[in-house]
């Protein structure tokens, strides 16, 4: 596609259950990243990825978060046991490479945590 | 301390005025800049990128960086309605985001 899409649009969830996240990033685009967005907060920034090294998981907040990067494309971010305050939206966006920092969002993934 | 700090605002302008938006930085090897507009409920877009300092135009948008104070800026002319949006800064390979600061352009 010619840009980032991100699925589900919109994910509602109880607490407690686990929930999966993805991101397909602009195709022969090697960075890819998660972030984190409250109502009415900035962007926090989860995980980064950047083609076969080693993803930057310094952001993610406890470890039932978790991601991974399959083939150097799609993303899967995954969180388990859910708890209410993961209520968020989940933006992945994707850059050319390290040293182009153009990123370019998607849509976002709204969860919601009843 | 936030490496990157940015007023939330929100800023409410009358239509035509000239916007002033603003961050700081604490990081000197930010090489990078970058500011995005997000629409409610829409992924942010990049708006402007500049690298070190200087002026960068483009249409009724100035990004201005000056890395001696630390300390960017993005100037809306003649602002617009449709210019009502969240506008974030952020730095360094998009990993470094300023809170955003929200606009209200008001006919």
């Known amino acids: 596609g010619a840009g980032v899409s991100q699925s589900p649009s919109n994910k509602v969830t109880e607490k407690g259950k686990d929930v999966e996240l993805r991101c397909d990033p602009i195709?022969?685009?090697?960075?890819l990243y998660w972030y984190r967005q409250s109502l009415g907060q900035g962007l926090e920034f989860l995980i980064y990825?950047?083609?076969?090294?080693?993803?930057?998981k310094s952001g993610l907040p406890s470890d039932r978060f978790s991601a991974e990067r399959t083939g150097g494309s799609v993303s899967t971010l995954t969180i388990q046991r859910t708890q209410q305050e993961d209520s968020a939206v989940y933006l992945c966006?994707?850059?050319?490479?390290?040293?182009?920092?153009?990123?370019?969002f998607g849509q976002g993934t709204r969860l919601t945590v009843v | 301390q936030k490496e990157v700090e940015q007023d939330p605002g929100p800023l409410s302008v009358p239509e035509g005025a000239i916007v002033s938006l603003n961050c700081t930085y604490s990081?000197?090897?930010?090489?990078?800049f970058m500011w995005y507009r997000q629409y409610s409920r829409k992924g942010p877009e990049l708006l402007m990128y500049?690298?070190?300092?200087g002026n960068k135009e483009d249409g009724r948008f100035t990004a201005q960086v000056d890395k001696s104070s630390k300390y960017i800026s993005l100037f809306i002319r003649d602002s617009q309605p449709s210019d009502s949006a969240t506008y974030l800064c952020?730095?360094?390979?998009?990993?470094?985001f300023g809170k955003g600061t929200s606009l209200l352009v008001t006919p």
């Open positions: 966006a994707s850059s050319a490479d390290r040293a182009n920092t153009e990123a370019f």
């Open positions: 195709s022969g685009h090697t960075a």
């Open positions: 990825f950047q083609g076969n090294s080693a993803p930057d």
């Open positions: 990081n000197s090897a930010f090489q990078y």
């Open positions: 500049t690298y070190s300092s």
């Open positions: 952020a730095m360094a390979h998009a990993l470094n």
